[in-house]
């Protein structure tokens, strides 16, 4: 089972971008890497979903490398409302229940 | 917001007491999850239902008891906790090979 390492803690400024890294060196062939957001004392939410280049959406962009040892969350535009902890998860899609959550990072936005 | 709905949001117990939790997706999913996260710990999937098969984390203690009596409930029936089992309890759902939505949790205290 593929591990990952997040910073533990970011600040920024409303009106930046934020690109959260997450290393996942012994990352499988059938993994694909998954970003969740978490308000205090509120389930996870899904952000965004990737295997390999670029993928964005509405709320995101995530950025995976060829080697696919890293990949890169990034947030347009933080607001105040972007305060939270981002998890990174990295498993095979076959079997959901063996992705394992770490601390993941947590995202101060400052006015 | 998500589809997924649990009831009770906040439950405070007795060691002693006997209490259930409930989950409802509506979202047309085919596997359910319950996860328990601690303060300051890493969310730890405790159940999963899905099609295929039941599948338990060995460490979760016989006093929790999940019950799936069709694709669209979950219930975690809850009997002389702990107070270590003081945590958010998550359900999350899922379809297929896709990520997990989860649900707002339930708050639980046990005195």
């Known amino acids: 089972l593929a591990k990952t390492t997040q910073p533990i803690s970011m600040d920024s400024y409303e009106g930046q971008e934020v690109n959260i890294t997450c290393s996942h060196n012994n990352i499988a062939t059938n993994d694909y890497i998954t970003w969740y957001q978490q308000f205090p004392s509120q389930g996870p939410r899904f952000i965004i979903q990737?295997?390999?280049?670029?993928v964005t959406n509405e709320v995101a962009s995530l950025f995976i490398p060829a080697d696919r040892k890293s990949s890169t969350l990034s947030l347009p535009r933080v607001s105040l409302s972007d305060t939270a902890v981002y998890y990174c998860?990295?498993?095979?899609?076959?079997?959901?229940?063996?992705?394992?959550w770490g601390a993941g990072t947590k995202l101060i936005i400052k006015p | 917001e998500t589809g997924v709905t649990q009831t009770p949001r906040h439950l405070v117990m007795g060691m002693t007491n006997k209490k259930s939790l409930k989950c409802e997706q509506h979202?047309?999913?085919?596997?359910m999850y319950w996860y328990k996260q601690s303060a300051k710990k890493p969310l730890e999937l405790m159940f999963v239902y899905s099609l295929e098969e039941r599948v338990e984390n060995n460490s979760v203690p016989s006093r929790f008891s999940p019950e799936c009596p069709n694709s669209s409930h979950l219930f975690l029936h809850l009997h002389t906790l702990q107070p270590e089992d003081s945590a958010l309890y998550l359900c999350?759902?899922?379809?297929?090979?896709?990520?997990?939505?989860f649900g707002p949790g339930t708050r639980l205290t046990v005195l």
């Open positions: 998860l990295v498993g095979d899609l076959r079997s959901n229940y063996q992705l394992i």
């Open positions: 990737g295997y390999k280049t670029k």
């Open positions: 979202l047309g999913h085919n596997a």
């Open positions: 999350a759902s899922s379809q297929d090979r896709g990520p997990p939505f």
